[in-house]
């Protein structure tokens, strides 16, 4: 059975600062690896897909990795400003459904 | 990308009703949609997944009685929580798998709060 497990579980940093979000998961037997953002009491908004065959993706100031032969994803949030303090999930994609991680609360400080 | 709508996004109900959560793919037709239920400060949880034509999947100590899920159209599937109670009170989310789409992509609801008084 899939685990996924994300560290740290909540995040506090000043404004401006670089950050890494950390995911790892036991089976590397995966179609995909997804990171979404939640707001609070909203949905989930989709960031980066990372095929299994990739090692990374990159959108704006996000970029996401994959490394399967150790079980790891990162987050990388470059210039961290208020705006990106929500849940990160990181989501790993089997085939027929997504198994979820813990998530990392960010809070990015003015 | 494609589009998933779920409504109602706010439902508070009194002990003992059933509460019906709708979950439409608007711009493709979905074989498998996903029901998941979050708690506060916790991850999505797999409740069941939710085939076309056929009877729901449900994942280990999800109790198919009480919420039942009907997957009518390619379009559309439905959670029913029945004789909903207090502990059932949570944050349930519904994704939809574009078949035609590249990459087994899922495409989530905005997700309906439940509050059971």
């Known amino acids: 059975k899939q685990e996924v497990t994300q560290i740290p579980a909540a995040l506090s940093v000043p404004e401006g600062e670089n950050l890494v979000l950390n995911c790892s998961f036991t089976?590397?037997?995966?179609?995909?690896l997804q990171w979404f953002r939640q707001d609070p009491g909203k949905g989930l908004t989709s960031l980066l897909l990372i095929q299994s065959s990739q090692r990374e993706q990159t959108s704006g100031r996000l970029n996401a990795s994959l490394d399967k032969s150790s079980g790891r994803s990162t987050l990388y949030i470059a210039a961290s400003q208020p705006g990106d303090s929500a849940t990160y999930l990181c989501a790993l994609n089997a085939g027929n459904m997504l198994t979820f991680g813990g998530g990392t609360r960010l809070m990015v400080k003015p | 990308g494609a589009v998933v709508s779920q409504h109602p996004s706010w439902v508070i109900c009194k002990s003992g009703t059933s509460v019906k959560i709708e979950c439409r793919s608007l711009d493709f037709q979905a074989t498998t949609m996903f029901w998941y239920r979050q708690f506060p400060k916790q991850s999505l949880m797999l409740m069941a997944t939710?085939?076309?034509?056929?009877?729901?999947?449900?994942e280990q100590g999800v109790e198919k009685d009480k919420f039942l899920i009907n997957h009518a159209s390619l379009t559309l599937s439905t959670l029913t929580v029945t004789s909903a109670h207090p502990e059932d009170s949570s944050f349930y989310i519904c994704?939809?798998?574009?078949?035609?789409?590249?990459?087994?992509?899922?495409?989530f609801g905005a997700g309906t709060r439940l509050s059971v008084l």
């Open positions: 994704s939809a798998r574009d078949p035609q789409g590249a990459k087994n992509i899922q495409y």
């Open positions: 939710s085939n076309e034509g056929s009877k729901a999947t449900y």
């Open positions: 089976d590397s037997a995966i179609y995909n």
